[in-house]
């Protein structure tokens, strides 16, 4: 097997270490890495020397990925609710209670009372056979999962602009780019090695980076000029800058009507953002708005970097939008290191929306309601009638499910009970469910919900391919045996898809299953394993001899001309108010992952950070006679939490920023489930809470 | 408990005995074993050999039949890794020309996390690893010096009986690097090209065939094995190898004055400006400390479930807030330009105050492996440019 060097110790000390070459399970960077194994055991993981994204180094996740692998609290075997408590059961039993009750529920209710969450955390294959099983075995096309919570917004806004949802550049592009305008991305914290090249380009060689961020993250420190709008008024200062272009003749006139339409609407639209204007809505002093659309608009090799603070609000769409809109007005995407760069997050979220884990698309965004699309599928999976309507998002199933409407719910590898906004209501909904499938590596916080927990093969402990960021396919590899009786997560659906006697998903490897995709999608028509040695290809890549495509819409956009898409401002949801005074947002921290099921396992990550804060300003924590370490209750119309302050100017006075990381003080209690009206994604970067101190002379309050 | 505590790592006995008890008991048991790992060119009687090139893959294949032979193979992707041979068929990926291995070998012997003890019910079982006979085929100079300082760490002030059983069977086999990185200063820290003590055998290419060079009797009675594939080395051939030493020393194009870079640290000459920049510079993945050929320090967790698991030490590091955040919350070192500092001077001044040698080998790997380009040559470098306070 090609990548993996097998070294079995044939003398006394029976040592057999092997090291495999693989790809990181963290973020959308996709480090190649290598895993050591010994025995059953991972001790130890490193960086790849060659591969294009980690060039011999990692971030401290990434250094630490073996240690979670073989934590004694792993699930080893499937478990079935029994008078109220879960308890070990066979393979057997478990796989035919699942598809058992999933049938029944589609049989008595109808196959939209069924919903099914893929996984971001999953391998390319597994996704694709969620959303086979979803669509060819239950005829529903209820499938979603967490990019609904992250890039929903990129997925609708820049398909429509570009005709491609995706990162338009490679990330060793970035090593050329020669200015960098970073909105709503920490990106030294999230994606450490794209971080690490931006900060390299502008102390080593000069370029220059304007952030454009509320909050006072690391990279400000390298920024030629910080733009520090108010949260959720995206639209008007990049629509300000769009003014401040046009007025000064700084658009590019040829590119424009070469390769775009409907700039007209867009000069009309943007004539109103003077940066006057645009300083009362943003806070942003209009000098500051004219120097940065000169730097951005004049220089050569410009990339535009976005990530969750662009597109978590309920104008996310437009927010995605109006970024395209600058890019095209200043000729800035189609070219090598210039273009529009959204930002990943997990591992194989590119790959997960990239295999149609999406309610309105098979793989490769080839849309259910075109008949030749559902043909095609339907002749390959040997099944009729595969349903035409679009089916619901993450946000509408849990509302349904709350509703009644949505009975049976098998989820794979997320953990909605923390990681989606106004989690009470998420969990309201988990327990009205008539039947919840939860599929994982641990026993989550959504797992305690569930009537059958399915316990899975972690990433090193399978073979596959994830989809970084950069839209590189690239493949992990199986370094040890999944723990106790876990089996991976394309062998357990296969199982789920059997038992309902459905003969279409009887796979030998995950490699047959590629095979499978390639020939029904046209991105991925060249993909094959013994191609994606050894450090993978990137999509478009439609034929066996296609090299990949480093960057996109070269020459020509997608869908043929880029479509100018004006928007307007309008302010977010919830706002602060007399009762509820200051603004939340929330997010991630360098050292943690997501719900922290992997990350706070591992001793070095969990030790820097062990618990839960709420930054504040320390203007606000004086006026309020709080101290760092004080443990203050913060409460949203929704719920209330009880957490440590961590004094910090990195907030502005009147936000706060508190990370979803932990159970204990589960920020997502808090969060709005206001949703942007097409791509239905919540606005996790603003809503109002109040804090209140909890210690008032010595007493507890 | 899933964190566990939070330790520095020191040099002394006790505090050794503090943080692995049952390490410490265990040699205890055993008695202390004396083993010689390092011998010198003085001990023992210089003899020069030569080994065709053509000879290499029958020497290692035959060598692999009663030992663990690790060597340089090229894996996907032109990635080169010290790993175990397993067939034959592998030495076609042998590379003895490589420029750096990503990792240094001291995770043969100090692996990034290794098991110590299990325990159920109250009773405690070692889970100390079997001795094996290894070879470590196509060391360089730098690697062999680092794991020699390693060695000192973990045997010299206590014994680790981990590391020992890991590491007591061992021959090493220097290749002398004719292939430097660009981000390799050994010529400045005297640890390289070639090394002059301390390892078993040492090989200097002279194009068909390489020079061997003796330096213990371990090494005498490996080749005494394979007595037929091994010639005597003309006096012209010995010529010649100094000729290659001295021509892989000019390779070495990275120049850094060392010299002056420890007087300075030893004399707390170092200004704060420095720091400051690299402090804020750092992004704390560790890099530099994991890939480092004589970093040492680990922290102890332990795993458990239902009262049964067992206790695990890992590599750590002087750049992460926790490492020295005292249980109290007070941390000596809390603000990132005093551990940037601290890593600075652990290896240019304690480790030279300590045992006179300096715990840096001039390997560049902290440079290499450090996503901004920060690394222990450019310290010195900016020091050393820079004007003394006095």
Same mark, same amino acid.
């Given at each position: 097997?090609?990548?993996?060097?097998?070294?079995?110790?044939?003398?006394?000390?029976?040592?057999?270490?092997?090291?495999?070459?693989?790809?990181?399970?963290?973020?959308?960077?996709?480090?190649?890495?290598?895993?050591?194994?010994?025995?059953?055991?991972?001790?130890?993981?490193?960086?790849?020397?060659?591969?294009?994204?980690?060039?011999?180094?990692?971030?401290?996740?990434?250094?630490?990925?073996?240690?979670?692998?073989?934590?004694?609290?792993?699930?080893?075997?499937?478990?079935?609710?029994?008078?109220?408590?879960?308890?070990?059961?066979?393979?057997?039993?478990?796989?035919?209670?699942?598809?058992?009750?999933?049938?029944?529920? =589609?049989?008595?209710?109808?196959?939209?009372?069924?919903?099914?969450?893929?996984?971001?955390?999953?391998?390319?294959? *597994?996704?694709?056979?969620?959303?086979?099983?979803?669509?060819?075995?239950?005829?529903?096309?209820?499938?979603? !999962?967490?990019?609904?919570?992250?890039?929903?917004?990129?997925?609708?806004?820049?398909?429509?602009?570009?005709?491609?949802?995706?990162?338009?550049?490679?990330?060793?592009? &970035?090593?050329?780019?020669?200015?960098?305008?970073?909105?709503?991305?920490?990106?030294?914290?999230? !994606?450490?090695?794209?971080?690490?090249?931006?900060?390299?380009?502008?102390?080593?060689?000069?370029?220059?980076?304007?952030?454009?961020?509320?909050?006072?993250?690391?990279?400000?420190?390298?920024?030629?000029?910080?733009?520090?709008?108010?949260?959720?008024?995206?639209?008007?200062?990049?629509?300000?800058?769009?003014?401040?272009?046009? *007025?000064?003749?700084?658009?590019?006139?040829?590119?424009?009507?070469?390769?775009?339409?409907?700039?007209?609407?867009?000069?009309?639209?943007?004539?109103?953002?003077?940066?006057?204007?645009?300083?009362?809505?943003?806070?942003?002093?209009?000098?500051?708005?004219?120097?940065?659309?000169?730097?951005?608009?004049?220089?050569?090799?410009?990339? $535009?970097?976005?990530?969750?603070?662009?597109?978590?609000?309920?104008?996310?769409?437009?927010?995605?939008?109006?970024?395209?809109?600058?890019?095209?007005?200043?000729?800035?995407?189609?070219?090598?290191?210039?273009?529009?760069?959204?930002?990943?997050?997990?591992?194989?979220?590119?790959?997960?929306?990239?295999?149609?884990?999406?309610?309105?698309?098979?793989?490769?965004?080839?849309?259910?309601?075109?008949?030749?699309?559902?043909?095609?599928?339907?002749?390959?999976?040997?099944?009729?009638?595969?349903?035409?309507?679009? +089916?619901?998002?993450?946000?509408?199933? &849990?509302?349904?499910?709350?509703?009644?409407?949505?009975?049976?719910?098998?989820?794979?590898?997320?953990?909605?009970?923390?990681?989606?906004?106004?989690?009470?209501?998420?969990?309201?909904?988990?327990?009205?469910?008539?039947?919840?499938?939860?599929?994982?590596?641990?026993?989550?916080?959504?797992?305690?919900?569930?009537?059958?927990?399915?316990?899975?093969? +972690?990433?090193?402990?399978?073979?596959?391919?994830?989809?970084?960021?950069?839209?590189?396919?690239?493949?992990?590899?199986?370094?040890?045996?999944?723990?106790?009786?876990?089996?991976?997560?394309?062998?357990?659906?296969?199982?789920?898809?059997?038992?309902?006697?459905?003969?279409?998903?009887?796979?030998?490897?995950?490699?047959?299953?590629?095979?499978?995709?390639?020939?029904?999608?046209?991105?991925?028509?060249?993909?094959?394993?013994?191609?994606?040695?050894?450090?993978?290809?990137?999509?478009?890549?439609?034929?066996?001899?296609?090299?990949?495509?480093?960057?996109?819409?070269?020459?020509?956009?997608?869908?043929?001309?880029?479509?100018?898409?004006?928007?307007?401002?309008?302010?977010?949801?919830?706002?602060?108010?007399?009762?509820?005074?200051?603004?939340?947002?929330?997010?991630?921290?360098?050292?943690?992952? !997501?719900?922290?099921?992997?990350?706070?396992?591992?001793?070095?990550?969990?030790?820097?950070?062990?618990?839960?804060?709420?930054?504040?300003?320390?203007?606000?924590?004086?006026?309020?006679?709080?101290?760092?370490?004080?443990?203050?209750?913060?409460?949203?119309?929704?719920?209330?939490?009880?957490?440590?302050?961590?004094?910090?100017?990195?907030?502005?006075?009147?936000?706060?920023?508190?990370?979803?990381?932990?159970?204990?003080?589960?920020?997502?209690?808090?969060?709005?489930?206001?949703?942007?009206?097409?791509?239905?994604?919540?606005?996790?970067?603003?809503?109002?809470?109040?804090?209140?101190?909890?210690?008032?002379? =010595?007493?507890?309050? | 408990?899933?964190?566990?505590?939070?330790?520095?790592?020191?040099?002394?006995?006790?505090?050794?005995?503090?943080?692995?008890?049952?390490?410490?008991?265990?040699?205890?048991?055993?008695?202390?074993?004396?083993?010689? !790992?390092?011998?010198?060119?003085?001990?023992?009687?210089?003899?020069?050999?030569?080994?065709?090139?053509?000879?290499?893959?029958?020497?290692?294949?035959?060598?692999?039949?009663?030992?663990?032979?690790?060597?340089?193979?090229?894996?996907?992707?032109?990635?080169?890794?010290?790993?175990?041979?397993? *067939?034959?068929?592998?030495?076609?990926?042998?590379?003895?020309?490589?420029?750096?291995?990503?990792?240094?070998?001291?995770? $043969?012997?100090?692996?990034?996390?290794?098991?110590?003890?299990?325990?159920?019910?109250?009773?405690?079982?070692?889970?100390?690893?079997?001795?094996?006979?290894?070879?470590?085929?196509?060391?360089?100079?730098?690697?062999?010096?680092?794991?020699?300082?390693?060695?000192?760490?973990?045997?010299?002030?206590?014994?680790?009986?981990?590391?020992?059983?890991?590491?007591?069977?061992?021959?090493?086999?220097?290749?002398?690097?004719?292939?430097?990185?660009?981000?390799?200063?050994?010529?400045?820290?005297?640890?390289?090209?070639?090394?002059?003590?301390?390892?078993?055998?040492?090989?200097?290419?002279?194009?068909?065939?390489?020079?061997?060079?003796?330096?213990?009797?371990? +090494?005498?009675?490996?080749?005494?094995?394979?007595?037929?594939?091994?010639?005597?080395?003309?006096?012209?051939?010995?010529?010649?190898?100094?000729?290659?030493?001295?021509?892989?020393?000019?390779?070495?194009?990275?120049?850094?004055? &060392?010299?002056?870079?420890?007087?300075?640290?030893?004399?707390?000459?170092?200004?704060?400006?420095?720091?400051?920049?690299?402090?804020?510079?750092?992004?704390?993945?560790?890099?530099?400390?994991?890939?480092?050929?004589?970093?040492?320090?680990?922290?102890?967790?332990?795993?458990?479930?239902?009262?049964?698991?067992?206790?695990?030490?890992?590599?750590?590091?002087?750049?992460?807030?926790?490492?020295?955040?005292?249980?109290?919350?007070?941390?000596?070192?809390?603000?990132?330009?005093?551990?940037?500092?601290?890593?600075?001077?652990?290896?240019?001044?304690?480790?030279?105050?300590?045992?006179?040698?300096?715990?840096?080998?001039?390997?560049?790997?902290?440079?290499?492996?450090?996503?901004?380009?920060?690394?222990?040559?450019?310290?010195?470098?900016?020091?050393?440019?820079?004007?003394?306070?006095?």
């Amino acid at each position: 097997m090609k990548g993996v060097v097998c070294l079995v110790g044939k003398f006394e000390g029976e040592r057999s270490v092997s090291r495999i070459l693989t790809t990181c399970i963290y973020c959308g960077c996709g480090c190649g890495l290598y895993l050591d194994a010994d025995q059953g055991r991972i001790i130890g993981s490193y960086p790849s020397g060659n591969h294009p994204v980690s060039r011999g180094a990692l971030c401290v996740k990434g250094w630490n990925s073996y240690e979670f692998v073989n934590k004694l609290d792993r699930l080893t075997k499937p478990l079935i609710r029994r008078n109220g408590r879960l308890e070990e059961s066979g393979w057997e039993e478990a796989l035919d209670l699942v598809s058992r009750r999933l049938l029944e529920i =589609g049989d008595r209710t109808g196959p939209d009372s069924l919903a099914f969450l893929s996984s971001a955390k999953t391998t390319n294959e *597994e996704n694709y056979l969620m959303m086979k099983l979803a669509r060819a075995v239950f005829r529903a096309n209820n499938i979603d !999962h967490c990019a609904r919570l992250c890039h929903a917004s990129t997925v609708v806004g820049l398909k429509a602009a570009f005709g491609s949802g995706a990162m338009t550049n490679s990330i060793e592009e &970035f090593e050329d780019a020669d200015c960098f305008l970073v909105t709503g991305s920490d990106t030294t914290a999230q !994606h450490p090695l794209i971080g690490s090249r931006i900060i390299n380009a502008v102390r080593d060689r000069s370029a220059a980076l304007i952030v454009a961020d509320p909050r006072n993250i690391e990279l400000v420190k390298y920024a030629d000029i910080h733009l520090r709008q108010k949260n959720g008024t995206d639209v008007a200062w990049i629509n300000g800058m769009m003014n401040v272009i046009i *007025e000064e003749g700084l658009h590019a006139s040829r590119y424009i009507e070469e390769r775009t339409e409907g700039f007209a609407k867009l000069r009309e639209v943007v004539k109103d953002y003077t940066p006057g204007y645009v300083e009362v809505i943003t806070g942003i002093p209009a000098y500051l708005l004219v120097a940065s659309a000169r730097i951005y608009a004049r220089s050569e090799k410009a990339m $535009i970097i976005y990530s969750m603070g662009i597109t978590q609000h309920v104008t996310g769409v437009d927010n995605v939008k109006s970024l395209a809109n600058l890019a095209m007005l200043t000729g800035h995407v189609g070219f090598r290191s210039t273009g529009v760069n959204p930002l990943r997050g997990q591992n194989n979220v590119q790959g997960a929306c990239d295999m149609g884990a999406l309610p309105k698309v098979f793989t490769g965004y080839q849309s259910v309601g075109d008949k030749e699309v559902r043909e095609k599928f339907e002749a390959v999976w040997g099944v009729k009638d595969l349903p035409a309507v679009p +089916g619901l998002t993450v946000t509408e199933i &849990f509302d349904r499910a709350r509703k009644g409407d949505v009975r049976g719910l098998y989820i794979i590898g997320e953990n909605p009970a923390l990681s989606d906004p106004d989690s009470n209501r998420v969990r309201v909904a988990l327990q009205q469910l008539d039947f919840l499938v939860v599929q994982d590596i641990f026993l989550s916080e959504t797992a305690e919900y569930a009537d059958v927990v399915l316990p899975a093969a +972690g990433f090193a402990e399978k073979d596959g391919t994830f989809t970084n960021t950069e839209r590189r396919v690239q493949r992990i590899r199986k370094a040890i045996d999944p723990p106790g009786e876990a089996r991976a997560d394309w062998e357990i659906i296969s199982g789920v898809a059997e038992r309902c006697g459905y003969k279409g998903m009887r796979y030998s490897s995950p490699s047959e299953i590629m095979d499978e995709i390639a020939e029904l999608t046209p991105i991925y028509g060249g993909m094959r394993y013994d191609r994606l040695e050894p450090f993978g290809l990137q999509w478009p890549c439609p034929s066996r001899d296609h090299p990949g495509t480093p960057y996109l819409h070269k020459g020509t956009f997608a869908r043929g001309k880029g479509q100018f898409m004006p928007a307007v401002y309008i302010a977010p949801d919830e706002l602060p108010d007399q009762e509820y005074s200051f603004l939340l947002s929330t997010g991630r921290v360098y050292w943690h992952w !997501h719900t922290g099921t992997m990350t706070r396992r591992t001793s070095t990550l969990d030790r820097e950070v062990p618990e839960a804060y709420v930054e504040l300003h320390p203007r606000d924590a004086e006026r309020m006679q709080v101290i760092g370490g004080e443990e203050v209750r913060v409460s949203s119309r929704r719920g209330n939490i009880e957490i440590r302050v961590k004094i910090t100017e990195k907030v502005k006075e009147g936000s706060v920023f508190i990370p979803f990381h932990f159970k204990e003080a589960a920020a997502n209690i808090l969060t709005n489930p206001a949703v942007d009206p097409t791509a239905k994604i919540p606005e996790y970067k603003v809503c109002a809470v109040k804090i209140e101190k909890m210690i008032k002379c =010595g007493k507890v309050v | 408990m899933r964190e566990g505590c939070v330790v520095e790592v020191g040099f002394s006995e006790p505090v050794a005995r503090y943080l692995c008890p049952v390490t410490v008991a265990a040699v205890a048991d055993r008695g202390r074993q004396g083993w010689v !790992h390092r011998s010198t060119i003085d001990d023992i009687n210089m003899n020069n050999r030569i080994l065709l090139k053509r000879n290499i893959n029958e020497l290692l294949a035959r060598s692999a039949e009663a030992r663990e032979v690790y060597l340089p193979l090229e894996g996907p992707g032109g990635d080169v890794q010290f790993l175990p041979l397993q *067939e034959p068929k592998e030495l076609d990926n042998l590379n003895l020309n490589y420029d750096q291995l990503i990792i240094p070998p001291k995770n $043969i012997g100090f692996p990034q996390l290794e098991s110590l003890f299990e325990f159920k019910d109250g009773e405690i079982n070692p889970t100390v690893p079997v001795p094996s006979r290894h070879i470590l085929f196509g060391l360089r100079a730098c690697d062999l010096k680092g794991i020699l300082f390693v060695d000192d760490f973990f045997r010299k002030n206590f014994e680790d009986i981990y590391y020992r059983h890991r590491t007591e069977g061992r021959l090493t086999v220097v290749v002398g690097c004719t292939s430097p990185s660009p981000n390799c200063f050994c010529t400045s820290t005297s640890t390289g090209p070639f090394i002059e003590d301390g390892f078993d055998l040492q090989l200097v290419d002279l194009g068909e065939r390489y020079l061997v060079e003796v330096g213990s009797e371990n +090494g005498e009675r490996f080749i005494g094995e394979f007595e037929e594939l091994f010639l005597d080395a003309s006096k012209d051939e010995i010529h010649h190898s100094g000729e290659v030493k001295v021509t892989a020393a000019k390779a070495v194009t990275l120049k850094v004055d &060392f010299k002056e870079a420890i007087r300075r640290l030893t004399e707390d000459d170092v200004p704060r400006e420095i720091y400051e920049e690299i402090a804020e510079r750092c992004i704390y993945c560790g890099g530099c400390l994991y890939v480092c050929p004589t970093c040492t320090c680990f922290n102890l967790f332990d795993d458990m479930k239902e009262g049964e698991g067992a206790r695990f030490r890992n590599w750590d590091g002087c750049v992460f807030e926790g490492y020295t955040r005292e249980a109290s919350g007070y941390n000596p070192r809390r603000d990132k330009c005093s551990r940037a500092a601290r890593r600075y001077e652990h290896k240019l001044k304690y480790d030279y105050q300590e045992t006179g040698i300096s715990g840096c080998v001039g390997c560049g790997r902290c440079l290499t492996s450090c996503p901004v380009n920060i690394g222990i040559s450019n310290f010195i470098e900016q020091l050393t440019g820079l004007d003394s306070k006095q």
